[in-house]
């Protein structure tokens, strides 16, 4: 018997795949949500920390309320800090967001933005089956066969393919990457740090950081913690960084011993800047977003972000295709292949730059960096340099003025 056709599935409930069925019900539109993964898993660690004003307001305008809720969740650090070689370099401290405005950003771990765009795709209606792992996907001129990993098979007329950056979805349609891996790995740790003796919320960048040979060392602060991201070359043992024991080692050198006994969670990460070849099938029923279609360090919060706004321009795409049909419809499909497309190569260009200001391979902006701290006490502009280089271009600006 074949499956009854369902106008639009979604593929990966991660916050591409969440933000995508949003956006998609408040068109109007009955949305499939397909997870391979049991509705009670545990995902690890925080992650995607940032969440950007410009995605609060697109996850708000598909689900009225969302973002107050997840701002009430998260903190706004209003004080940044860089150092080099153990030296303050730059400091800044920004004033609150207006009453009743929406903040720059605000920062949870991004399983607890995961639960709150989960409840709002069940307020909002979205029907989710857990525990279904796609394998087969073959589209047509009519629509795509999707085959599921226990033999299940769905057909819809267009997917939405947010299922992360093994994405069967993408590998089933033969859409290869084009882009690299990074030198070096990064050695992320999540630590508990509440109430009464909590350290201040201030983002803290150390070039150079004396106590760690050198090595670049950043704290980020989240909702209930921070994470500390310690950033390893090509020529580092893991096991000298990445082992449990060995943070136990290190992470005194960077903020008070009590912490070492907070750790909530340690991974470690080599990291890709990578694009899809196409972000849409040859037969334009297939729209890829969020890390199926991309995949960049995460230098200037563009992973998570940028899903959120593929989200939504995937959805804008597919309720004009199902409504108009015909040529109209391949056109809105290739619409959102050309913006999120030019939209991930420029995060990727952008956080390549980032990446090469962290990591300077050349001597020249090695010296630059050094020259710029020693200069940094007369000249701020110097310090400033400093602080925002490692986020690449500004954040939040992409040809389409979207992340
Ligand atoms: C250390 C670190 C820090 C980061 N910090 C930031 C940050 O500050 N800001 C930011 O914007 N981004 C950040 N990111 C990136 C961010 O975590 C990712 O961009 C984000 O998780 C991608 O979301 P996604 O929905 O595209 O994919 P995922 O979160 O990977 O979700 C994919 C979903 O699809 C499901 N799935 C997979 N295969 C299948 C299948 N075959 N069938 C059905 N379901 C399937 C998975 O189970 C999962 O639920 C960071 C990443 C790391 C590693």
Redesign the pocket.
């Given at each position: 018997m074949s499956p009854t056709e369902i106008p639009v599935v979604v593929?990966?409930?991660?916050?591409?795949?969440f933000a995508a069925a949003l956006q998609l019900r408040a068109r109007g539109l009955p949305v499939t949500l397909?997870?391979?993964?049991p509705e009670d898993r545990v995902r690890p660690?925080?992650?995607?920390?940032?969440v950007h004003q410009e995605s609060l307001r697109l996850l708000d305008e598909a689900s009225p309320g969302l973002a107050e809720r997840i701002v009430r969740h998260g903190t706004v650090w209003p004080t940044k800090r860089t150092f080099y070689g153990g030296r303050q370099v730059f400091a800044r401290t920004y004033p609150p967001a207006k009453p009743g405005r929406l903040p720059r950003f605000t920062s949870l771990r991004?399983i607890e933005t995961e639960r709150h765009l989960h409840a709002a795709c069940l307020a909002a209606g979205v029907d989710i089956t857990w525990g279904?792992?796609?394998?087969t996907a073959v589209p047509d001129e009519r629509g795509v066969s999707l085959g599921g990993a226990e033999g299940q098979t769905w057909r819809a007329r267009y997917v939405v393919a947010?299922?992360?950056?093994?994405?069967?979805?993408r590998k089933a349609i033969g859409i290869p990457w084009q882009g690299k891996r990074s030198e070096g790995f990064?050695v992320?740790v999540d630590i508990a740090d509440r109430g009464p003796g909590a350290m201040p919320p201030e983002r803290v960048f150390h070039y150079r950081h004396p106590a760690l040979g050198g090595r670049n060392v950043m704290r980020v602060p989240f909702a209930g913690g921070f994470q500390v991201?310690l950033q390893c070359g090509q020529e580092d043992d893991v096991a000298e960084f990445a082992e449990p024991d060995a943070v136990r080692q290190w992470l005194p050198e960077v903020v008070d011993a009590k912490y070492a006994d907070a750790v909530l969670w340690v991974?470690k990460?080599h990291y890709l800047h990578v694009v899809a070849e196409s972000l849409v099938d040859t037969h334009r029923r297939v729209l890829l977003?969020?890390?199926?279609a991309h995949l960049f360090p995460?230098f200037g919060?563009?992973?998570?972000?940028?899903?959120f706004a593929d989200g939504s321009a995937a959805a804008e795409a597919v309720a004009t295709a199902l409504a108009a049909g015909g040529a109209a419809a391949t056109k809105a499909v290739e619409t959102f292949d050309h913006a999120r497309g030019l939209a991930a190569r420029y995060n990727s260009d952008a956080a390549r730059t980032a990446l090469s200001h962290m990591r300077p391979t050349s001597p020249l902006m090695r010296w630059r960096q050094r020259a710029a701290a020693a200069l940094s006490p007369v000249i701020p502009r110097m310090g400033s340099w400093l602080e925002h280089a490692p986020y690449g271009p500004r954040a939040g600006a992409t040809p389409s003025g979207k992340y």
């Open positions: 593929v990966g409930a991660g916050p591409a795949g397909l997870e391979a993964e660690g925080s992650r995607a920390l940032f991004q279904a792992r796609v394998v947010a299922d992360g950056a093994h994405s069967a979805v990064h992320v991201d991974s990460y977003i969020g890390e199926a995460p919060a563009r992973g998570m972000n940028s899903g």
